[in-house]
T-cell receptor
């Protein structure tokens, strides 16, 4: 079956613009995660959705970042007023068991 | 919250030699410790995991050990091959409602 799908694969934007990143998880997976991977850095946790529970937003770096998950499936990560330090690969992952994560191929965001 | 430290950040070994990557974690509530492999330009994929009720787990050339008292766990790769070259990430979590926290990764290079 299809894996985790992210779009766009690449996004170039100007400083100050808003961007939306999309994640389509594996069908039936109740957990969905957003991580950020900067050059030479690890996987930085951003936000976590689990079923109908309130999302864990503890990793969001600022109030410019927000995410939602509609209908327990597709998720959108929104970054408002982008800054150069937001440039990174944004990875989405989904999970059925709360353990094994299946990652998407990521969105490479470049803020000029 | 959980904090995961990973060492070394880079590791070069000769083909056929062994490689060891070490991680420490801070939260004694963590009970699930996976390892992910990320090949160049690809998404991270789970290669092995261990739960706190065991001290060691093996899968062919890969093994993971866990010391809960000292709060550290390690990945051991024996008889390394060029295709083992990748970035390896350790992670820790409580297999419940909190997200996995990842280390910063180890770039392993296997020299033929």
């Amino acid at each position: 079956g299809a894996g985790v799908s992210q779009s766009p694969s690449n996004k170039v934007t100007e400083k100050g613009k808003d961007v939306e990143l999309r994640c389509d998880p594996i069908s039936g997976h109740t957990a969905l995660y957003w991580y950020r991977q900067s050059l030479g850095q690890g996987l930085e946790f951003l936000i976590y959705f689990q079923g109908n529970s309130a999302p864990d937003k503890s990793g969001l770096p600022s109030d410019r970042f927000s995410a939602e998950r509609t209908g327990g499936s597709v998720s959108t990560l929104t970054i408002q007023r982008t800054q150069q330090e937001d440039s990174a690969v944004y990875l989405c992952a989904s999970s059925l068991s709360r353990e094994k994560l299946f990652f998407g191929s990521g969105t490479q965001l470049s803020v000029l | 919250g959980e904090n995961v430290e990973q060492h070394p950040s880079t590791l070069s070994v000769q083909e056929g030699d062994s490689a060891v990557i070490k991680c420490t974690y801070s939260d004694s509530a963590s009970n699930y410790f996976p390892w992910y492999k990320q090949e160049l330009g690809k998404r991270p994929q789970l290669i092995i995991d261990i739960r706190s009720n065991v001290g060691e787990k093996k899968d062919q050339r890969i093994a993971v050990t866990l010391n809960k008292t000292a709060k550290h766990f390690s990945l051991h790769i024996t008889e390394t091959q060029p295709e083992d070259s990748a970035v390896y990430f350790c992670a820790a979590g409580d297999s419940g409602n909190t997200p996995l926290v990842f280390g910063k990764g180890t770039r392993l290079s296997v020299i033929a």
